[in-house]
């Protein structure tokens, strides 16, 4: 157990930190953010938006004057990752939104992240430049070259301090291997290579090739009218590098080993849990649809999202999960409303704390949820500017459905469906947690007694 990674209700008081962003007047598409991201120490945390920007934030050292104030996120590097772009065969704008982030740990002094739109996966290194050469031989200052024979006496170039500068390369391009768009990008754990996942096929990548990638899964039927499921999410074990499983829109869940066969067309284990006759309804299919999987840090357990429910798996146990979380059920009613507004086919992720002992994922109305997996304990809470004053503690919201009002609650009418929380980071040893919500990015701590 990570300390201060307790249980997580009797312990912990969430209180604001920080926002980024502007106030909600005026926000264009573009500034929406799309993916959210911590590195793997939890000092850099990226977002994503549609614009194509990449912005990392760097944690402050803790200052000693002020020890209740705890290292706060700056903007640290701020670069245009992908462009908008227009396949001229299929007649097709490729938009420049950045639909997932994933860092490499760091190996030198450099970060580097893998950031993707629909069809481009690229690598990007990260670094800082705090000094620069002077006294060149053959260039003046100006960096013009000098007359040759000019010059008259050799000098050894010197590297003089400068304001320093984070500076944003992209290293490598992965393009040209996907017919259809790119949902997820996992990074394996021999960190020699990486996957790309579309609608109907998964794509391994090694590092250092650009040129060419191996199709691991290909779910395309010979008729397109025989499709039955896309592909909405995959990932790689976290310490398996052999082991990687997938999602799909049929609500199962395919594990695949790499080592029985080159292409993974036959998975090792399939996790379905046996639908409910009782509540079987038109909405059903697309409600059980996948929207996000990712495994624990032990690499014990898996964790799916779907529209209504967050379930747990243990990778031993195919046939049904071992818990079931309802994120909104109060929702159920109003599938056919959220059905005429598309609302239905939103896609929420979901996190683990550093020690897989909390889970949490977002609603509407800026609403997001934390299930405590030992007490079975609970909460809902809100990302709202009303609420963030600085060491603001969070109040627990709930909402009614029909009957009375109580004074606290909101009713299930009045939810706000514009507003939603679709991508939320935790911080992989602290309780920090980074929640997006449109254009702006809360950034909210555990209180320091």
């Not at 929406?32 to 911590?38: D, K, L, M, N, W």
């Not at 850099?44 to 912005?55: F, H, I, M, P, Y």
């Not at 290292?71 to 097709?92: A, C, I, M, R, W």
């Not at 979901?350 to 977002?362: A, E, K, L, Q």
């Amino acid at each position: 157990m990570i300390p201060g990674l307790g249980n997580l209700m009797q312990d912990v008081l969430w209180c604001f930190s920080q926002v980024k962003g502007t106030i909600d007047v005026g926000v264009t598409e573009a500034d929406i953010i799309s993916t959210v991201e911590f590195n793997h120490t939890g000092e850099l945390l990226a977002t994503g938006d549609k614009g194509g920007r990449v912005v990392i934030f760097q944690r402050e050292q803790e200052s000693k004057n002020q020890p209740h104030r705890r290292g706060e996120y700056n903007v640290y590097s701020t670069f245009q990752s992908h462009e908008p772009e227009f396949d001229y065969l299929k007649s097709l704008e490729i938009e420049e939104k950045i639909n997932k982030i994933r860092w490499l740990p760091q190996q030198n002094a450099a970060y580097f992240l893998l950031s993707t739109n629909d069809k481009t996966v690229k690598l990007w290194k990260v670094s800082e430049r705090d000094k620069r050469p002077e006294g060149y031989n053959l260039k003046d200052e100006d960096g013009r070259l000098r007359d040759p024979s000019m010059i008259t006496s050799l000098r050894v170039p010197v590297l003089r301090p400068m304001d320093l500068m984070v500076e944003a390369t992209p290293r490598r391009v992965f393009a040209n291997a996907h017919t259809y768009h790119i949902n997820s990008i996992s990074v394996n754990s021999d960190y020699e290579t990486y996957m790309s996942a579309d609608d109907l096929r998964i794509n391994l990548w090694n590092f250092e090739i650009t040129n060419q990638s191996f199709n691991i899964v290909d779910i395309k039927p010979a008729n397109m009218e025989e499709l039955t499921e896309v592909i909405t999410a995959a990932e790689f074990h976290p310490h398996h590098c052999n082991i990687f499983v997938y999602s799909s829109s049929k609500g199962t869940i395919r594990l695949c080993d790499m080592r029985t066969s080159a292409l993974c067309d036959r998975h090792a284990k399939f996790f379905e849990e046996p639908e409910d006759p009782s509540n079987r309804s038109f909405f059903s299919e697309i409600i059980s649809s996948i929207s996000d999987v990712k495994f624990s840090h032990s690499g014990s357990y898996m964790m799916t999202r779907d529209y209504l429910t967050v379930k747990v798996w243990d990778l031993n146990m195919e046939n049904r999960p071992i818990e079931t979380y309802q994120v909104h059920d109060y929702l159920r009613s109003k599938l056919c409303s959220l059905y005429e507004n598309d609302c239905i086919f939103d896609k929420f992720e979901c996190v683990w704390n550093g020690s897989d002992s909390v889970i949490m994922t977002g609603s509407y109305n800026n609403f997001f949820r934390m299930f405590d997996r030992n007490t079975k304990r609970d909460v809902t809470l809100e990302a709202s500017r009303e609420s963030s004053k600085p060491r603001a503690i969070l109040k627990p919201r709930k909402v009614c459905v029909g009957g009375k009002r109580k004074k606290d609650e909101i009713s299930v009418d009045s939810l706000d469906f514009n507003k939603k929380i679709l991508h939320t980071a935790w911080h992989p040893s602290e309780n920090i947690i980074a929640v997006a919500a449109t254009n702006n990015l809360y950034i909210f701590q555990d209180k320091v007694n």
